[in-house]
């Protein structure tokens, strides 16, 4: 298993400004991604972050507004850049081993809202 | 791309037992998982199938045809605090794509 701790766990920002989570596993894992969660809406999948390499974006998504880091296998980064309240959201870092273990860990969360 | 579809919502009486459905459309597969998510916490795994079938664990049972696009969770003996959404996520090309979540509302 991995215990995946998340900061900050909520913040208030201001419009235009920009907000950097931190994402912390307790053990080394070979995938790390970033989701967004709407109030009482499922999971989107903003990227995949990449140990040592650019991160992969999904579809809506674009590393000027939600750039990436994952320097080690154990820490990543998402900033939320140039912020507006519909960026005023959940925001759910996971990790895990593959498919073969099956299950995805997550942390608790990042409640960001944007005024 | 990737779609998911899921019932939105669902209740059931303490003790019975509930089926929620997943049907999925992906560009490649490799899993489908089953997340338990109550308000205000994060999601917690439940069971996944790669393989069709069905696989028990306790209470809680998942089942998928690959042929099908289909999967369902079964829960049984239901218990005041399975109330909560239900999340089936497809795993592929090492990502998980996530369906719009059933909210189970179990009432006495």
């Known amino acids: 298993s991995a215990v995946i701790s998340q900061k900050p766990s909520r913040d208030i920002c201001q419009r235009g400004t920009s907000l950097t989570i931190q994402c912390q596993v307790d053990s080394q894992v070979t995938m790390m991604f970033w989701y967004r969660q709407q109030p009482g809406q499922s999971l989107t999948l903003i990227a995949t972050?990449?140990?040592?390499?650019?991160?992969?974006?999904e579809s809506g998504f674009v590393i000027d507004k939600f750039p990436i880091s994952r320097p080690n296998l154990t820490f990543s980064t998402l900033t939320v850049s140039n912020m507006s309240p519909e960026d005023s959201s959940i925001y759910l870092c996971?990790?895990?081993?593959?498919?073969?273990?099956?299950?995805?860990?997550f942390g608790e969360g990042s409640r960001l809202t944007v005024l | 791309g990737q779609n998911i579809d899921q019932p939105t919502e669902m209740t059931a009486t303490e003790g019975a037992i509930v089926q929620i459905n997943c049907t999925y459309q992906t560009s490649g597969f490799n899993g489908l998982f089953w997340y338990q998510q109550h308000a205000g916490e994060a999601p917690t795994f439940l069971s996944y199938n790669v393989l069709d079938g069905l696989e028990e664990k306790g209470r809680f049972s998942s089942f998928l045809s690959r042929s099908k696009g289909y999967s369902y969770l079964l829960l049984k003996e239901l218990q005041m605090k399975d109330s909560a959404s239900y999340l089936c996520a497809a795993f592929n090309f090492n990502k998980f794509y996530f369906g719009s979540g059933t909210k189970l509302n179990v009432k006495p």
């Open positions: 996971s990790a895990g081993q593959g498919a073969n273990t099956g299950e995805l860990f």
């Open positions: 972050a990449n140990q040592g390499s650019e991160a992969t974006y």
